[in-house]
């Protein structure tokens, strides 16, 4: 254990644009953090050489050898069979299904690995060094610019018959007359409480209204309105962002106060961008919730903010190797 305590796990968190890398001991600390783009051109072909080659030149510019190393653990955008590590299926990578992921990145690396999907990471990483302080029963949720899930029972991830248990964004919000997903469906949690959906939602009310205030005003002038624009605005009052805060609270609290109902876990965690609203938005879905939530759910489960940021995806994807050895 001694010896091991003084090697590394490399994480890597891959994105459609960006793979974000680090090495991290295995207490969780993030000792060095960097990136690099995503190459998804030739159906993917790249990506895992270039993960491998980052790697490498990441320890020569730190003095280090490879026998620094224990594993590799990977968060990838996508539902993945977690015991074998193939990827079922992803949008904006240009692998074709069924990928061989885990196989591929031992191969480049000469490394274990585990990989998992990327919001699962993520939960993993707040449960391990974040807000889940030690509870083994949670739930994250990712406000991004759509919605992912996580979902914790006993320590470990809830993965599902085909790997995409979790997929808390496709939760059917809205039954009838829904917004369009890219999932194909409609009426998903994700088409009102991303970014992509709160500006959805609140540029269509803009449209239907000739009041004035703060957030016309910005629209007016930058020609568009962000998620964030919505919240600034809602908290100084203006009527329209109000509103459309409440829609978004009512569709994410009804859907968290159902998850509750069904795992009662000690926290559910929100992360992603949208969550930068902080405490206004965490008040304002609570209501929501604890209107829906069964009696004791609502006495026992806590509603928090998640604290890791962007660092989430990285210190899960080292748990993953932290938990495969046994460390």
Not at 5 to 19: H, M, P, R, S
Not at 103 to 119: H, S
Request: aromatic share 4%; with cysteine.
């Amino acid at each position: 254990m001694n010896t091991l305590q003084d090697k590394w796990i490399v994480a890597v968190d891959l994105g459609g644009t960006t793979t974000k890398l680090a090495f991290l001991n295995t207490e969780g600390e993030i000792l060095h953090k960097w990136e690099i783009p995503t190459d998804n051109s030739d159906e993917g072909r790249n990506i895992t050489g270039n993960i491998s080659k980052a790697i490498n030149e990441k320890l020569a510019s730190l003095g280090k050898t490879k026998n620094k190393l224990i594993g590799v653990g990977m968060g990838a955008p996508g539902p993945v069979d977690y015991e074998t590590g193939v990827i079922l299926n992803v949008v904006n990578l240009g692998w074709k299904e069924n990928y061989p992921l885990k196989e591929r990145l031992e191969a480049a690396t000469n490394l274990p690995a585990a990989i998992e999907n990327d919001a699962n990471c993520a939960a993993l990483g707040e449960m391990w060094k974040g807000a889940g302080d030690g509870a083994k029963d949670l739930v994250c949720v990712t406000l991004g610019t759509g919605v992912g899930g996580g979902v914790i029972t006993g320590g470990n991830i809830v993965q599902g018959a085909y790997g995409a248990a979790g997929e808390i964004g496709h939760i059917t919000a809205i039954p009838k007359g829904g917004a369009p997903c890219n999932c194909g469906k409609k009426g998903c949690l994700e088409t009102v409480a991303s970014a992509t959906g709160i500006v959805r939602l609140a540029t269509e009310e803009l449209s239907k209204s000739d009041k004035k205030g703060e957030l016309a005003e910005i629209q007016a002038a930058n020609g568009k309105i962000t998620a964030k624009d919505v919240f600034d605005a809602a908290r100084n009052g203006d009527q329209i962002a109000i509103n459309v805060l409440d829609v978004i609270s009512f569709h994410l609290g009804l859907a968290l106060a159902n998850i509750g109902n069904t795992l009662n876990p000690q926290k559910i965690v929100l992360g992603g961008g949208v969550s930068k609203a902080g405490e206004f938005l965490l008040n304002s879905v609570k209501q929501q919730f604890n209107q829906f939530a069964f009696s004791p759910v609502k006495d026992s489960t806590e509603l928090a903010l998640a604290t890791l940021g962007n660092d989430a995806g990285v210190i899960g994807a080292a748990w993953l190797i932290k938990n495969k050895l046994n460390i």
